[in-house]
């Protein structure tokens, strides 16, 4: 089974940026979703994206940026102008269809902690 590694979390002040990476161990799928979970919270979709086409949380839209590069199997999510809401451990997935609800291809992974500071 695939296995996908996040990394490039940390803390950062608010209006900082970061870039998160999510490594496969296998060719990434065509569709490949980053997501998040705050403390108390649950698990949301970010960002998603397939071979053409890209979508949003409404929360991160304009911020953030998904990307991939197939030759390295390499799903990326660049962070912009960070809040303290986008306060969470992120993970990245592939979810078997584009509504990104599940079931996923792959096991969830330790994911990144993103610490946004006020």
């Known amino acids: 089974q695939v296995q996908l590694v996040e990394s490039g979390g940390g803390l950062v002040q608010a209006g900082g940026s970061l870039r998160l990476s999510c490594a496969a161990s296998?060719?990434?799928?065509?569709?490949m979703g980053w997501y998040r979970q705050a403390p108390g919270k649950q698990r949301e979709l970010v960002a998603g994206?397939?071979?053409?086409?890209?979508n949003y949380a409404d929360a991160v839209k304009g911020r953030f940026t998904i990307s991939r590069d197939n030759a390295k199997n390499t799903v990326y999510l660049q962070m912009n102008r960070l809040k303290p809401e986008d306060t969470a451990v992120y993970y990245c997935?592939?979810?078997?269809?584009?509504?990104?609800?599940?079931?996923?291809?792959?096991?969830w992974g330790q994911g990144t902690q993103v610490t946004v500071s006020s």
């Open positions: 997935n592939a979810p078997i269809s584009t509504d990104y609800s599940g079931p996923y291809y792959a096991n």
């Open positions: 296998r060719s990434i799928f065509s569709i």
């Open positions: 994206i397939t071979s053409g086409d890209t």
